[in-house]
């Protein structure tokens, strides 16, 4: 089987979350690990609607994300050992991309425990692509891509056990 390089699966960024809910302290350690994981600043993420059975309004600040797009593969082989190299099949979406969560972030390889955040997990979001895929986000004359060059679960699961990963 000859694959065309346009074929080629990559990853195009990896996006790390943590849900803080309204717990303002959980925010804040949440910024800290999350400084310490990358090397782009963490963001605040916040509500856009009111919700008065769970006390959000709008513009309160919930949780902190960053996201990664230069050298992800260090970074994504750190998180899958983590994880035991050992996702489901449940994990990967019909997009081809796929997410898991970390339950303590001393598992991640280069991070010790800090006595200042105690145990947080977070959550990792992997976005693969190809070459080709930007004319779906280009500013000018933007179009879908082809069902023959889009990513499927199937060639998503193939990619993460190039990378070493058991999908169950």
């Avoid at 990358?38 to 769970?54: E, L, N």
């Avoid at 998180?79 to 190299?85: D, H, Q, R, T, V």
């Avoid at 997410?99 to 010790?112: Q, V």
């Avoid at 060639?155 to 056990?161: D, G, I, K, L, P």
Wanted: glycine share 10%.
């Amino acid at each position: 089987m000859t694959t065309t390089i346009m074929k080629i699966i990559r990853i195009d960024k990896i996006t790390l979350n943590i849900g803080a809910g309204k717990n303002e302290d959980m925010l804040k350690k949440g910024l800290q690990l999350l400084q310490k994981l990358s090397p782009t600043a963490p963001v605040k993420t916040t509500t856009r609607k009111r919700i008065p059975g769970w006390g959000l309004r709008p513009g309160l600040a919930i949780g902190c994300k960053v996201t990664i797009r230069d050298d992800c593969d260090a970074l994504l082989k750190r998180l899958l050992a983590a994880k035991g190299n050992v996702l489901e099949e449940k994990n990967f979406d019909q997009s081809g991309n796929f997410s898991f969560g970390i339950p303590e972030y001393i598992d991640i390889a280069g991070l010790s425990y800090d006595p200042e955040l105690k145990i947080l997990g977070l959550e990792v979001a992997v976005t693969l692509g190809r070459p080709g895929f930007r004319v779906s986000r280009r500013k000018v004359r933007p179009s879908p891509i082809g069902k023959a060059h889009r990513i499927t679960k199937e060639e998503s699961m193939a990619f993460a056990r190039s990378l070493g990963v058991e999908v169950h």
